[in-house]
């Protein structure tokens, strides 16, 4: 259903609230910007609510927005009232939360012979990173992404967009509780890896060939020493130039391909 351009204005002030995440908690709704992600929502059921599009854009995609139950015309102006991008593209999904327990993900994964590889991320607050890295595990092949501690909001908007997708690709748990996090993850047979910069264990000499969880810290400071202390092992990434150290999204598309390369080369 297309619904026309004269209503479409006034329904777009009310998705504009999705911007705040206590609005967005309250609904269990957010918006994802852009065709990619888009496409994305479109591609999970039940997941898109809403499709707000200018004209022009309509028409540009529209085989991508065919999928779609119901699109809303709006104006240009209108549109860039749901997107925070310097030149948005034209297209903004109302979609529903797609988060899901831990135990949910673990469980579907153990009916695909279980999870091999899993990214963990300890109070990450930076919105573009946290996205660069649910799309980093998404190309990686792991099979579950965990936001723990107070880590940034994965329908934040920016978090979407750094997405390109991927947030539709894999599942994304929410568990503040860190602890809570690594014993389940023991317990579905992952061995669990800290980042650090100064262990003495080298990522590259290091067996990666088994069923890994890489635990990554917050940015600015890293990863606190009782939760470095909680994991089976912690790992160096080798710096071999004057670097200090690598940034998170960086570090964690190192990691998580070292450990893809070594499971694929030994075979499920």
């Known amino acids: 259903m297309v619904t026309p351009l004269s209503a479409g204005n006034a329904r777009v002030k009310e998705a504009r609230k999705l911007s705040r995440r206590s609005v967005r908690s309250e609904r269990r709704l957010f918006l994802a910007d852009g065709p990619k992600a888009v496409e994305g929502a479109l591609g999970v059921p039940g997941c898109v609510v809403e499709v707000f599009a200018t004209p022009d854009a309509a028409a540009q995609f529209e085989e991508l927005l065919a999928p779609a139950e119901r699109v809303t015309l709006v104006e240009d ?7 925070d991008s310097v030149t948005p593209a034209g297209v ?14 673990l469980a579907s994964a153990a009916e695909r012979g279980g999870a091999r590889l899993v990214t963990v991320c300890h109070e990450v607050r930076d919105p573009g990173n946290a996205g660069t890295v649910v799309r980093t595990s998404d190309a990686a092949g792991a099979d579950l992404v965990v936001l723990t501690g107070q880590s940034v909001d994965p329908y934040n908007p920016k978090t979407v967009r750094a997405t390109v997708g991927s947030l539709f690709h894999l599942p994304v748990v929410v568990e503040p509780d860190v602890d809570v996090a690594l014993a389940a993850l023991r317990a579905a047979g992952l061995a669990v890896l800290a980042t650090d910069g100064s262990a003495r264990e080298d990522l590259f000499t290091t067996d990666l060939s088994g069923p890994t969880a890489w635990l990554l810290g917050n940015e600015a400071h890293g990863l606190p020493e009782a939760v470095a202390d909680a994991a089976d092992r912690r790992v160096a990434i080798p710096i071999h130039g004057r670097a200090e150290s690598l940034n998170l999204s960086t570090a964690a598309a190192v990691c998580l391909y070292a ?10």
Not at 259 to 268: H, I, Y
């Open 92 to 105: 903004v999904a109302v979609c529903r939360f797609v988060d899901v327990g831990l135990d949910e993900a």
């Open 77 to 83: 102006r209108a549109l860039s009232g749901l997107s």
């Open 259 to 268: 450990s893809a390369r070594a499971q694929r080369t030994v075979g499920p």
